[in-house]
């Protein structure tokens, strides 16, 4: 199987982006599919997910017509559409990461990766970051993105690629985020 990888570019794309999403929030997957493979937390609007596009293509992964998987690039212009993330935003203004504030870097979040369920573990999650990378570092020192503490799966495979995680949120009931930092 082919697997090409590019920037997300069309309408019809974003679209397909839009629906792996929704399969893969935790309100549509049973808590054994949330623990063995993992779930994507935020939920974008059509006009949203096109407006970050705009501003930073995201990168796509197609197999035959079929999308893949996606990474969301996202600047840190649609932090305030987040407000779910803002205490961490916040917090990025006190963090160091190897001896230097987070926002005295230039960066750029992930604002989500997913892998459709028919292709994981053909290496789809570690080449999107990889051509994240690519179209990226020559503009950002880092690559800034958060994951829930409940999702292990993801957790690890954000380290693999070369995540650091650089703070851990944790409120009262358990939940929280993880704040994790890649040095392009």
């Given at each position: ?62 197999a035959e017509g ?55 573990g053909l290496g ?61």
């Open positions: 199987m082919s697997i090409e990888y590019s920037l997300l570019n069309s309408t019809a794309a974003l679209a397909q982006v839009l629906a792996l999403q929704q399969a893969n929030l935790p309100r549509n997957l049973s808590e054994a599919q949330k623990a063995s493979q993992g779930f994507v937390t935020l939920e974008h609007n059509f006009g949203l997910l096109a407006r970050m596009n705009t501003a930073s293509p995201s990168i796509i992964a197609t079929d999308l893949a998987g996606y990474c969301l690039a996202m600047t840190r212009d649609f932090e305030m559409d987040f407000p779910v993330l803002e205490p961490m935003f916040s917090l990025m203004q006190q963090i160091s990461f190897k001896g230097k504030i987070i926002t005295d870097y230039t960066y750029m979040h992930c604002g989500q990766i997913c892998v459709a369920e028919k292709y994981r789809v999650f570690d080449k999107l970051y990889q051509e994240l990378q690519h179209v990226y570092s020559s503009e950002f020192e880092l690559l800034i993105t958060y994951v829930s503490r409940q999702n292990p799966r993801s957790i690890k495979a954000h380290q693999r690629v070369g995540f650091e995680i650089v703070h851990e949120e944790i409120k009262e009931d358990g939940t929280g985020w993880y704040m994790i930092a890649w040095d392009f």
